[in-house]
């Protein structure tokens, strides 16, 4: 079982509706957490060591999870998807999105390894 995390502001709209989607995979566990004060879920030291694979919405989050928890991502995978914060909890157009451009680094059946960007 791989251990995915989604990240995004505040933990309100695009990664709990990323958790939510991914849910249901069979070869994953998902969380979601926010990195501002503000979020329902915030990101922790706990939750950095759980997850196997980071995805982050915007490149701003990668530079505020980079500062705030370096020590905490030797060896971790962070995908920034490039999804800004235009939509709300599980919009159709969100969930095509996250869809899109999450499932290429998902496990394949075959392997049930991640996907390593560029390949």
């Known amino acids: 079982m791989h251990r995915v995390l989604f ?22 566990e998902c ?3 926010g990195l501002s004060n503000e979020s329902e879920v915030q990101v922790s030291a706990e939750l950095l060591a759980w997850a196997d694979l980071i995805f982050v919405m915007e490149k701003e989050h990668k530079s505020k999870l980079a500062a705030g928890f370096q020590a905490h991502l030797s060896g971790k995978r962070i995908v920034c998807l490039g999804i800004k914060d235009n939509y709300k909890f599980m919009e159709p157009a969100l969930v095509t999105l996250l869809r899109a451009k ?15 960007e560029g390949q």
């Not at 998902?106 to 392997?111: A, K």
């Open 7 to 28: 990240i995004c502001g505040k933990n309100k709209w695009r990664s709990p509706t990323a958790e939510q989607i991914f849910a249901d995979h069979p070869a994953l």
């Open 102 to 116: 999450v499932t290429p680094y998902l496990p394949q059946q075959s392997s049930g390894t991640f996907r390593v």
């Open 31 to 33: 969380a979601s957490a």
